[in-house]
Each structure stands twice: as C-alpha cells, then as structure tokens.
C-alpha cells in the first residue's frame, strides 16, 4: 500500500459513451440512441465531451454543451445519471468549463516526458520500492521485470505530468468542491503508446498525487486516426488491452483506488475492428469502459444533409469544395491523427454532379462498400470548421433536415458503436 486508502465517492457507471457534438444540435438524436441501447439491454451512459479547441473553432461556451445535455434529457425524458465532460483541459483553460461541467478530462500530455524534481523522483522510487524485482499481476501470464531502472525511466516520462494532473485536479476541486464531478487523466496525445507496466507506474503516481481518478485515457498501440477504423497490429492490441485491464484492476486492489476507475478510449470512433476485441475483453475482466467519439456525429450530418437532397446537398458539396481548396491549412493541427492520400481525393468539380446516394456512400463509414472513400471521409472529419465559418448557414440546414440527419446521427451511435463495444 501507498499512503493511507483513498476513495472518492463519486462512482461512475460502468459503461459510459462520450458523445461530443461540434454544433449542439444532435443531443436528442444522440441520447435516442442510448436509448435504443438500454431498450437493448445495454445498461450505458451519456458524456457529452467537448474540448477547449473545439469550442474555440466552432466559437461556442460550455455553458452551450449544458444546455444541450440538460435539454435533450429533459426532452427524452432520460432518468438516469449523464455527464457534461471539460474535455481535455489544462491550467490555462479550465476556468471557463468549471460552472457547466461535472467531469474533467485533465490532459497532461504536454507535460511528459519532462523531467521532475529529484527529491520527486526519489520519493517515488521509494513508494513503489516494493514492487520492484519480479512482479507479477494476477491474470498476467508472465511477471515483469520491474528493475529501478523501468521505474526511473517512466517517472522521467510521467511524474511532471502527473503532478501537474494533480494541480488541475485541486484547482477544479476547490471551486467544485469534493466529489462533485468525474477525474479522467490522460495522456492519450503523446507522441508513444504507453505499455502495461507504464500505466501500471502512472496509477501508482497519481494513488501519491491522491487524484481520485475515476477513468484513465492512455496511448495505446496502434494508430487512432480521426473517423476512420484502427490501424495497428490486432493481436498487439488485444495482448495489451488485456493487460491493461488486469493491470487497473491490480491497481484499485493496491493502491485503494476507487473500485469504479476504467479505461477511456479515446478517438474511439470508428474502430470497427477493435470493438469486438474490446467488448470480449471488458466482459472477461467484468470492466467498465468509456469511450470517446466526438468527431463522427458530425460526419452524420453532412452525411444527413447530403441525403435530404436540394440545398442540404449544395452546401455539403460547398463544404468538400472549400476543405479541399483548404486541404494543408486544415490538415496540419490533426496531422497525427489522419493519413490523407490527396491524390485519392475526388475532385470537388466532380463532386459538384454527385448524387445525394453517390456523396452519402463515399463518406458513410462501411468499410465493405465499394464507394466508400476513406481518404474524403477524413477531410471532412476535419473540414468541421469550413462549417463553423457558415454558422447560421450551417446549422439552419441542420435545423430544417433535422429528421434525416437526426436518423444518421442515431443510427450510427446504436448500430455501429454501441451494439458492437457493449452489448
Ligand atoms: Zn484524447
């Protein structure tokens, strides 16, 4: 045991689904289909996620994400527990998510791989002393090799950044108040995947920074490019999340970590080909799961858009004409996270003669269809902001095909996220 056991009293549901929404308009569409899920008997719960760059792009509040939230549950009638989530937020930019927000998705990730203080350091050697050597962790078949070397390397990688989730973490919770909202540290936007061991060391030094974490977002093997399914070695990734799971589970029983903590997935849309690897994997450990898909609700309404035909249509085409005329400009804050090839890019004055059924089937998500066209998908999972340039534009078109694309967004969220993770 490190210090003395600490839990926090908040509790988060097992399973729980980030659903960010650039533009606030698909609560309702979003939260129908957790509802469809629990008339399914997927007993899961909505987050809605949005970061600090997404606010400054689109040029919304927080307050605009509580007030989507509170009314599409109101609306639906939802009885159950959700969440607004202060997605990844700093020091610098948490203040403005403080009032609206009821979870809190430290992002430390600046912050690793830079040294701290020596006495730091070796306060931590000396915490996790009696793990060193051989250790092994109940349903890892193999120990590791935990030399005070391995542990000096990932305090050399992680103790900043987790002291500094520690200082975001009293700072929410001296305006909040204890226990009041949801911790979710990450360090999904570093530049290598952390492996076991690491994550098992980064739980051990926030147990010392006494963050009562209730979900943890590593890096993990793998690419998790924006919109598109998994690229990375399946067996890897199934070794690891396996691990990883026996790994949390180790660490609650250790630490005193609250019994709720699990995994975040984030950039989880759109991973087709993981999901069923995860959902065997979450019901093995009987671990809980969040994950985070912001971006693919709004791939739903152009998606929507381009199906109601007439002016939806023109303006989506408009859309994937100016992204495209914008490709490098865009491209570039996402460029670990997408792979464009620009030569598989239509040309937007084809792209002007599509039908609705030609443009919804190159963007729509099926990996079987012979039109679809992951490399257009991609510019415009990006291209949300050439959207946010329109403003009323955009969102009265939203608002007047608010049926169909309300059905995309559903439809998407039920059939090809929830079902295959969770149920
Ligand atoms: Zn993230």
């Given at each position: 045991m490190l210090r003395s056991p600490f839990r926090s009293t908040v509790k988060i549901e097992k399973y729980t689904c980030g659903t960010?929404?650039?533009?606030?308009?698909?609560?309702?569409?979003?939260?129908?289909?957790?509802?469809?899920?629990?008339?399914?008997?997927?007993?899961?719960?909505?987050v809605w996620n949005k970061s600090n760059r997404e606010h400054s792009i689109i040029k919304s509040k927080p307050d605009d994400v509580r007030a989507e939230a509170d009314s599409a549950v109101a609306a639906l009638g939802w009885k159950g527990a959700y969440y607004?989530?202060?997605?990844?937020?700093?020091?610098?930019?948490?203040?403005?998510?403080i009032?609206?927000?009821?979870?809190?998705?430290?992002?430390?990730?600046?912050?690793?791989?830079?040294?701290?203080?020596?006495?730091?350091?070796?306060?931590?050697?000396?915490?996790?002393?009696?793990?060193t050597g051989s250790l092994s962790i109940p349903d890892i078949d193999r120990p590791f090799d935990l030399t005070e070397k391995t542990v000096r390397g990932a305090a050399g990688k992680f103790l900043l950044a987790v002291q500094e989730a520690g200082r975001i973490y009293r700072h929410v919770e001296g305006k909040k108040g204890r226990d009041n909202f949801v911790t979710e540290v990450s360090v999904d936007e570093t530049d290598a995947p952390q492996n076991p061991v690491e994550l098992f060391l980064i739980l051990a030094m926030i147990?010392?920074?006494?963050?009562?974490?209730?979900?943890?977002?590593?890096?993990?093997?793998?690419?998790f490019n924006k919109g598109v399914d998994y690229v990375g070695d399946l067996v890897q990734f199934e070794k690891e999340f396996d691990e990883d799971?026996?790994?949390?589970?180790?660490?609650?029983?250790?630490?005193?970590?609250?019994?709720?903590?699990?995994?975040?997935?984030?950039?989880?849309?759109?991973?087709?080909?993981?999901?069923p690897i995860i959902n065997r994997l979450i019901k093995k450990h009987n671990a809980g799961l969040h994950v985070k898909t912001a971006g693919t609700t709004w791939l739903e309404e152009v998606i929507g858009l381009?199906?109601?035909?007439?002016?939806?249509?023109?303006?989506?085409?408009?859309?994937?004409?100016?992204?495209?005329?914008?490709?490098?400009?865009?491209?570039?804050?996402?460029?670990?996270?997408?792979?464009?090839?620009?030569?598989?890019?239509?040309?937007?004055?084809?792209?002007?003669?599509?039908?609705?059924?030609?443009?919804?089937?190159?963007l729509r998500h099926v990996e079987s269809s012979p039109h679809y066209n992951p490399h257009f998908r991609q510019l415009l999972h990006v291209g949300f902001k050439v959207a946010a340039g329109m403003g009323k534009r955009f969102t009265d078109a939203l608002e007047a095909n608010e049926e169909i694309v309300g059905r995309n967004v559903t439809e998407n969220l039920f059939?090809?996220?929830?079902?295959?993770?969770?149920?």
């Open positions: 960010g929404d650039r533009f606030a308009h698909q609560g309702r569409a979003q939260l129908q289909a957790i509802l469809k899920a629990r008339a399914a008997g997927i007993d899961v719960h909505p607004v989530d202060a997605d990844h937020i700093g020091l610098k930019t948490v203040d403005a998510f009032p609206a927000s009821d979870f809190f998705t430290l992002d430390v990730a600046d912050f690793t791989g830079k040294a701290a203080e020596a006495e730091a350091v070796e306060a931590f050697l000396k915490a996790v002393s009696r793990y147990a010392e920074e006494r963050i009562p974490i209730q979900t943890i977002a590593p890096k993990f093997t793998g690419r799971l026996s790994v949390i589970a180790f660490a609650i029983r250790e630490f005193g970590l609250a019994d709720t903590l699990k995994l975040s997935v984030h950039s989880g849309s759109d991973k087709f080909s993981i999901y381009a199906e109601s035909g007439g002016e939806g249509l023109a303006l989506v085409k408009e859309i994937y004409a100016q992204a495209h005329g914008h490709y490098a400009e865009l491209a570039a804050p996402y460029s670990t996270v997408i792979d464009i090839d620009s030569g598989k890019l239509p040309d937007p004055k084809s792209v002007m003669g599509w039908s609705s059924a030609q443009y919804a089937n190159a059939d090809r996220h929830l079902q295959p993770i969770f149920r």
